[in-house]
């Protein structure tokens, strides 16, 4: 029984600890390569080998579908290319023998980042490739003058982590101080 109490409380005591840490978050790093998934506005090529009619070039609508002679509607949004070929290939089967099916997005135009608050030109931006926090600032058209330097906000991940950068930090450190943006992340600058 001593032993059990025992280890209650040294479990207890590390849980406090633990609450009562103060260090400061670490800033993400590069985020790791993934398989792109399809979002809201892609443009896609669907292409049956040897069947130019159908074969098409689709919008994602906001619904996250597109239309397909034949089969009607499918779901794309949050799945691979790779995925929705294989979907098609099988809706397809009871029509064409031996469907051959390549699905490649011709146009990402899902991927954004906000940046909201007292910047020049606050909104929704592209997101193509790696872009940094100092980067986005400077898309939206810099701070305004009446910006709290110290009090940038960034909204980061699914989880919508929370991180508090100071803007003198992420200009004179960019390598310490300074992370790349994700889908979706958003900014605020008070």
Known sequence: MRSFVRTISAALVLLVLGACSHAPKKLPRE????????????????????????SRTVPVRPDGRVSMPLIGEIRVAGRSAKQVATEIRERLLPYIQDPRVVVIVREVNSPRVY???????????PLRGRLTVLQALSLAG?????????????????RRERFELDYTDLVSNQEEGDFVLGPGDTIYVP
């Open 31 to 54: 985020p790791q390569a993934q398989e792109y998934l399809i979002g809201f506005e892609d443009v896609l090529d669907v292409s049956v080998w040897r069947d130019a009619d159908l």
């Open 115 to 125: 940046v909201i608050g007292e910047v020049a030109r606050p909104g929704a931006f």
């Open 142 to 158: 810099g701070l305004s003058e009446f910006a709290d330097t110290s009090g940038i906000v960034v909204l980061h991940g699914e």
